[in-house]
């Protein structure tokens, strides 16, 4: 397929070790960190886990660098002081609460504000400091960062934009992000973002101690949901020029940090590892869905996974609900209502989401924590049941949401929860849904759906 004009070039895979020079031979042929490195560069290592981490789980790479990103000034803390980010979540910091909640999509500031300026918590759980928890994050930004670049401490971000297209400057290379794909920015790594298409907006989810993975495919088999070869890399690119003044924004323990420097941190002439910032284009995705009765469960559509020490339950996990055929027989094909013992934030990308014929619109977002109800809306239900037995194939198309999910219940950030942009009325959009319930109705074997009456079949032939 040809690459989109303005596109950069990128690597392939998930996970692999990856190698990349922007000039030829700058990469030391037979050892990490030689006497001399070509091209009179040094050499850094930047490691996403401990040294002693398991081997197929060990992190880490090499970058081959102009001037090392030790050269530069203390850090102090940044002012004015970012007010809107929290990486501790405690009671001093947010607030937890079982009520649905639902945002607006916000307004694009007025006044000129970059990522991360733009950059706000909605809720998470755990601590940065402990190494264990998340954050969920929103942005809406209106200028490129300039002069600037950020480093996340704290852990990885998941970008997911919205609206506008990211170019994003890693010490790796390049990547242009648009809507419909997502980023992932390790630990640690340098990065600057410009918007390509003016105002931008999007979600961002924040993950402590872990990194994602690829979810196991199990009963799948060896192919299906998002594959390897769809993961892009960047390659190296570097700038030389000299940039008196430039700053580090290092997030740290949730708060922001700056220090100066004469040179851009974007001076990797070459790099090799397996810890890399990338992107993944999610309309590539492969789905799997139900082709006879009933809806599958959410985690069939899991892009990314974080895991935790539990097998199988995730610190976070990333699906989405991308377009689709529904095809189940004899089914109320929208999402089943549900109580959960994970806890569910949604985004829409774009589109409208098949539970919620009003209300939520892209841009906007929803938290369903821990055991608390949630489905589909009067209007869905109601025209679902409407159409019965006469439904036909359907495919879902022009929509994209997602879901992160995790086992931590979250607390909620007190500017999330007193925000025009919370939309009070909510819980009304189940209110009138209402009884359908008769004595009457029995079931397809022909017994009567009474609660408290069970028909039993012995083992004797015949027998009732």
Not at 57 to 67: A, E, G, H, M, V
Not at 161 to 180: A, F
Not at 260 to 279: E, I, M, R, T
Not at 295 to 318: C, M
Request: with cysteine; glycine share 10%.
């Amino acid at each position: 397929m040809q690459k989109p004009a303005g596109e950069p070039e990128y690597l392939s895979g998930f996970g692999n070790h990856f190698s990349s020079e922007a000039v030829k031979g700058a990469l030391p042929r037979d050892q990490n960190s030689p006497l001399g490195c070509p091209c009179g560069l040094y050499a850094e290592q930047i490691s996403g886990t401990s040294f002693t981490t398991h081997r197929k789980l060990n992190q880490r790479s090499w970058l081959y660098r102009i001037k090392p990103s030790v050269t530069h000034k203390p850090f102090h803390p940044r002012v004015p002081r970012h007010e809107r980010l929290v990486s501790e979540f405690n009671e001093s910091t947010s607030s937890a609460t079982p009520t649905q909640l639902r945002w607006k999509p916000v307004d694009i500031p007025e006044s000129p504000t970059d990522f991360i300026d733009g950059l706000y918590t909605i809720c998470g759980a755990g601590s940065s400091f402990i190494r264990h928890g998340y954050a969920i994050h929103m942005y809406a930004a209106n200028k490129s960062m300039s002069g600037c670049a950020f480093c996340n401490a704290d852990g990885d971000f998941l970008v997911v934009p919205q609206k506008g297209r990211l170019s994003i400057t890693t010490e790796c290379g390049k990547l242009v992000v648009s809507p419909g794909e997502i980023v992932i920015l390790p630990q640690g790594f340098r990065f600057s973002i410009d918007l390509l298409d003016g105002p931008s907006r999007g979600y961002v989810a924040e993950i402590f101690g872990e990194h994602f993975q690829l979810p196991d495919l199990g009963p799948i088999g060896a192919n299906g949901l998002a594959a390897v070869r769809d993961f892009l890399v960047p390659t190296a690119w570097f700038e030389e020029a000299s940039h008196p003044g430039y700053t580090i924004v290092q997030k740290f323990g949730g708060g922001l940090f700056t220090a100066k420097q004469d040179f851009s941190p974007f001076n990797v002439v070459a790099w090799h590892g397996n810890y890399v910032p990338f992107k993944y284009d999610l309309s590539k995705f492969c789905p799997f869905n139900t082709v006879l009765i009933d809806h599958g469960d959410p985690s069939i559509n899991t892009v990314l996974t974080a895991p935790s020490d539990k097998p199988g339950v995730a610190l976070l996990d990333f699906v989405i609900f991308p377009p689709r055929w529904l095809v189940a027989e004899h089914t109320f094909r929208p999402p089943y209502y549900h109580r959960n013992c994970m806890s569910e934030f949604m985004g829409l990308i774009y589109g409208i989401y098949e539970a919620k014929a009003d209300g939520f619109l892209p841009g906007g977002a929803s938290l369903h924590s821990c055991m608390t109800p949630h489905g589909p809306d009067t209007k869905t239900y109601e025209a679902t049941i409407a159409v019965g037995e006469n439904s036909e194939p359907v495919r879902l198309k022009g929509t994209m949401a997602f879901m992160f999910e995790s086992y931590l219940i979250p607390r909620v950030c007190p500017w999330a929860l007193d925000c025009p942009y919370l939309d009070a009325n909510y819980y009304q959009c189940w209110i009138g849904l209402r009884s359908h319930f008769s004595s009457n109705n029995r079931s397809e074997n022909g017994s009567p759906d009474v609660p408290g009456t069970t028909q039993v079949l012995s083992e004797d032939k015949g027998s009732a």
